[in-house]
T-cell receptor, first 109, second 115 residues
Framework: GQSLEQPSEVTAVEGAIVQINCTYQTSGFYGLSWYQQHDGGAPTFLSY????GLEETGRFSSFLSRSDSYGYLLLQELQMKDSASYFCAVRVEAGKSTFGDGTTLTVKP | DTGVSQDPRHKITKRGQNVTFRCDPI?????LYWYRQTLGQGPEFLTYFQNEAQLEKSRLLSDRFSAERPKGSFSTLEIQRTEQGDSAMYLC?????????????FGPGTRLTVL
């Protein structure tokens, strides 16, 4: 079976830093992705880690530890527009990904 | 705009009816995926295509669901004899399908309501 665990909700203030964790237990592992989804919108790709370490893209960074079956998404200099749901997803086969249930991030002024 | 498009955006149907959704992926993408998403959940994998070949189908998918991608371009997802439990957002995504590249581009979805 496949299971991904991430917190259901996180709240932070504008300008702060927030970390969203994801732990996984899957039958296969090619890499870990992160997606952002605003209410009523489609998921949009943020990052993909196939190897251990930190990947940085602007204000967002993503980390992976394959030995710990763990990753996180780090959002810096939070802005109101970052309020959204964030999903981690494990690529379990070449063309198949399993998504977590998402973390709702609320950014307050 | 050359993003992923889906049609229709909303569909209301009565239980027992058949419905069909269409997805047009980004033109150069050879992989196409179908997902289902309900409120408060992440996208749930249904199936995916590499060009016209359907390579994987979720075991959660009943025989009432079928998908095609006849010429390796657009795809259709058909649900036969719909049930109220089929009510959900149906998302289509596409990707280049290259090793090391895993960015999937999602369409706006088709929201299905089964009465």
């Amino acid at each position: 079976g496949q299971s991904l665990e991430q917190p259901s909700e996180v709240t932070a203030v504008e300008g702060a830093i927030v970390q969203i964790n994801c732990t996984y237990q899957t039958s296969g592992f090619y890499g870990l992705s992160w997606y952002q989804q605003h209410d009523g919108g489609a998921p949009t790709f943020l990052s993909y880690n196939a190897l251990d370490g930190l990947e940085e893209t602007g204000r967002f960074s993503s980390f992976l530890s394959r030995s710990d079956s763990y990753g996180y998404l780090l959002l810096q200099e939070l802005q109101m527009k970052d309020s959204a749901s964030y999903f981690c997803a494990v690529r379990v086969e070449a063309g198949k990904s399993t998504f977590g249930d998402g973390t709702t991030l609320t950014v307050k002024p | 705009d050359t993003g992923v498009s889906q049609d229709p955006r909303h569909k209301i149907t009565k239980r027992g009816q058949n419905v069909t959704f269409r997805c047009d992926p980004i033109s150069e993408h050879n992989r196409l995926y179908w997902y289902r998403q309900t409120l408060g959940q992440g996208p749930e994998f249904l199936t995916y295509f590499q060009n016209e070949a359907q390579l994987e189908k979720s075991r959660l998918l009943s025989d009432r669901f079928s998908a095609e991608r006849p010429k390796g371009s657009f795809s259709t997802l058909e649900i036969q004899r719909t049930e109220q439990g089929d009510s959900a957002m149906y998302l289509c995504a596409s990707s280049l399908g290259l090793a090391g590249v895993n960015e999937q581009f999602f369409g706006p979805g088709t929201r299905l309501t089964v009465l």
